[in-house]
Structures are given as C-alpha cells and as structure tokens.
C-alpha cells in the first residue's frame, strides 16, 4: 500500500501569512495527487487535482506543486477562511490520504 | 447544482447491519464513478468502497472487504452501502463522494454532508 506522510500535522499562522504543506508518497505517484479541505462539521472540498491543477471556484492563492513522491499545497496569503484542516490524497493505486494538517491561528 | 444527501446512519451494535443510501440530483448520476469516504473520531480520511459507471464493478478497502457491499441504481440516483457484521472500528461519518469521471479511486469534486455511524453495545 501507498501511504501519505503529510508534514506539518499542526500549525499555527496569522491571517496574511504564506502557508506551505508537505505530502510526501512512499512510492512514485507520478502527478496522481489531490488536495482537500475540510472545516468542522462540513464535508472535504476539493481544491486541487493533478498535484498542481486548481479546481473550479477554488481561490487562486492556493497552489499546488510537485511529482513523484514529494508535493506542496501553498496558500499565499492566508484569510481567515481557511483556518480548517488540509488532506492530500494519492489515487495513482487505489486511494490513500494523509493523516491531515490543522491549520490554527496563531 | 450537485448535491449528495447521505441517509441511513445510526447506533448499531457490534455484529449489526446497517443500509446507508446516497441521493444523488444535479448531474447526470450514471456518468460518474461514485465513492465512500470514512473519518472516524478523531482521524483522518478512509477510502472505503468506490463503483464503476453502471455498477458492475466494486471495489474495497481490505479494512472492509466481505463486511461491506457497494451497490447503485442508476434509475434511482442513488449509492447504496450495505454493512454487515460491524465492528467497532467501523465507527465514524459516512461520506458519500462523486468522481470526476470513471475512475474510483479519485479525485472527487462533490461531496454530502455525511452520515454517522456509531458501533457500541
């Protein structure tokens, strides 16, 4: 099985910041890589596909990087509608998430 | 507008069955791989079942595999997941998820609000 190690699981920033995630595959993924986000009590919203493709409606300071094992999420200019919880998912063999990164204020 | 609304969750014991249903409206249903996506309390996201376009192809997370059955109807816009002999790892909120196209495994573009379900004696 793939599994998803995403790094950091918590982390504290203040609106305007810029935020980066790290999800790292335990194999080559190629490019098969998505990004969610999921508030309290809501379902995940799909935010970018194909490590790096942003989804329709989603805000353009969110971006996505890399391929093979080692992808970011960046969000530019942190708003304070993004304080929620962030999972990437491979879907190159079967489907695996991370284990999520909180993002709080700080 | 797509909508997904998750029904049929509920307090079961260990050993217990339970039928989650999915409605489906805003799309056209039989276009699209359909998914279920688990998180338990205080964990992260669980692939857990996934079906193909007309239905004729399931496929499971070992976790749940010969316990839980995927099923649709296309002529009802509906996802169906039957759970059988649960357990207590079974616990958590019941997403159901659509596809963008025909592959099951992801990534997936909608999502219901989910529906809990809860083992314990």
């Known amino acids: 099985d793939i599994q998803m190690t995403q790094s950091p699981s918590t982390l504290s920033a203040s609106v305007g910041d810029r935020v980066t995630i790290t999800c790292r595959a335990s194999?080559?993924?190629?490019?098969?890589l998505a990004w969610y986000q999921q508030k309290p009590g809501k379902a995940p919203n799909l935010l970018i596909y194909?490590?790096?493709y942003l989804e329709s409606g989603v805000p353009s300071r969110f971006s996505g990087s890399g391929s093979g094992t080692e992808f970011t999420l960046t969000i530019s200019s942190l708003q304070p509608d993004d304080f929620a919880t962030y999972y990437c998912?491979?879907?190159?063999?079967?489907?695996?998430f991370g284990h999520g990164t909180k993002v709080d204020i700080k | 507008e797509v909508q997904l609304l998750e029904s049929g969750g509920g307090l079961v014991q260990p050993g217990g069955s339970l039928r989650l249903s999915c409605a489906a409206s805003g799309f056209t249903f039989s276009g699209y791989a359909m998914t279920w996506v688990r998180r338990a309390p205080g964990k992260g996201l669980e692939w857990v079942s996934g079906i193909s376009l007309s239905g004729a192809s399931p496929y499971y997370a070992d976790s749940v595999k010969g316990r839980l059955t995927i099923s649709r109807d296309n002529s009802k816009n509906t996802l169906y997941l039957q759970m059988n002999s649960l357990r207590a790892e079974d616990t958590a909120e019941y997403y159901c998820a659509k596809g963008t196209g025909s592959y099951v495994y992801g990534p997936f573009d909608s999502w219901g609000q989910g529906t809990l379900v809860t083992v314990s004696s």
């Open positions: 998912q491979q879907y190159d063999t079967y489907s695996t």
């Open positions: 194999q080559n993924i190629s490019t098969w």
């Open positions: 194909k490590a790096s």
